[in-house]
């Protein structure tokens, strides 16, 4: 398995990247959701709610990091030839 693309399939370091990415997203979303439905009446529920948003928006700067670490490397990278150069789409 080679990190480079080979002429009909994507390589193993962008696989990487696009489930990383796909992983991260689906997990800094919901996240984000439940911190900010949770209660902040006492200083135990404020601290927990501050810590799941700090927690969220880590998250969100490594999407962010990942996403452009994704996309330098797509640019260095030749892309796989179409399965079916005959359909057009």
């Known amino acids: 398995m080679s990190g480079t693309q ?3 399939t994507y390589g193993t370091v962008t696989k990487t990247f696009h489930w990383l990415t796909a992983l991260l997203i689906l997990t800094v979303i919901p996240l984000g959701a439940v911190a900010n439905r949770l209660p902040y009446e006492t ?3 404020l601290a927990f709610k501050a810590q799941l948003f700090s927690f969220h928006k880590t998250l969100g ?3 962010f990091g990942v996403a452009l670490a994704r996309i ?3 640019l260095t990278q030749t892309k796989p030839a179409p399965l079916h150069p005959e359909r057009k789409a």
């Open 6 to 8: 080979a002429t009909t």
């Open 43 to 45: 200083n135990e529920q």
């Open 61 to 63: 700067l490594l999407v």
């Open 72 to 74: 330098i490397w797509a």
